[in-house]
T-cell receptor
Framework: IAGITQAPTSQILAAGRRMTLRCTQD?????MYWYRQDLGLGLRLIHY???????GKGEVPDGYSVSRANTDDFPLTLASAVPSQTSVYFC?????????????FGPGTRLLVL | GQNIDQPTEMTATEGAIVQINCTYQ??????LFWYQQHAGEAPTFLSY??LDGLEEKGRFSSFLSRSKGYSYLLLKELQMKDSASYLC??????????WGAGTKLIIKP
């Protein structure tokens, strides 16, 4: 089934630990995105990649890093987790970056940092 | 700065019509998206407007006025499954989506 998968589904993490959230799409989309969603706030862009081999910073990139070694995978790493990074993380992809390209979302990862 | 304003919550009756408004201020504009998000799930695409006017798609329609920085989503013949949050997201000059906090729509029988 074509789409986007994310792992893990949920995670409880001790502050200071390193964590990588995984995202894989099989739609051969060029652009991929990482968002966080917090209660009462809109989705906020963390990092994005317009094509394999390139990445860019979004609205809230501090404390996060990404890589895009190939078209399908776009992992998000928290180098040293802090409680303010407790959130729901969504990965998304679109065929191309920009314009009227629809973004398709993965099921999300619910992260609790204690 | 960039700002999206939509009501936090709305209530409507099954079978009725509801209009969810969104006003926005963005740095540049490259169209506006509406997404639906059921509780605990991912957002899913509903509509895209880039020109002024009404786009109709089944029970859902979306309207855009670029000069007023205004859009609305119109849902007709409401069903219980329409209970969800509706997210307004204009695209700025950098082709990034700026997301509103969403409108939680509660449908009552």
């Amino acid at each position: 089934i074509a789409g986007i998968t994310q792992a893990p589904t949920s995670q409880i993490l001790a502050a200071g630990r390193r964590m990588t959230l995984r995202c894989t799409q099989d739609m051969r989309h060029n652009a991929m995105y990482w968002y966080r969603q917090d209660l009462g706030l809109g989705l906020r862009l963390i990092h994005y990649s317009n094509t394999a081999g390139t990445t860019g910073k979004g609205e809230v990139p501090d404390g996060y890093s990404v890589s895009r070694a190939n078209t399908d995978d776009f992992p998000l790493t928290l180098a040293s987790a802090v409680p303010s990074q407790t959130s729901v993380y969504f990965c998304a992809s679109s065929r191309l970056a920009g314009g009227q390209e629809t973004q398709y979302f993965g099921p999300g990862t619910r992260l609790l940092v204690l | 700065g960039q700002n999206i304003d939509q009501p936090t919550e709305m209530t409507a009756t099954e079978g009725a019509i509801v209009q969810i408004n969104c006003t926005y201020q963005t740095s540049g504009f490259n169209g506006l998206f509406w997404y639906q998000q059921h509780a605990g799930e991912a957002p899913t695409f509903l509509s895209y407007n880039v020109l002024d006017g009404l786009e109709e798609k089944g029970r859902f329609s979306s309207f855009l006025s670029r000069s007023k920085g205004y859009s609305y989503l119109l849902l007709k013949e409401l069903q219980m499954k329409d209970s969800a949050s509706y997210l307004c997201a204009p695209m700025d000059s950098n082709y990034q989506l700026i997301w509103g906090a969403g409108t939680k729509l509660i449908i009552k029988p």
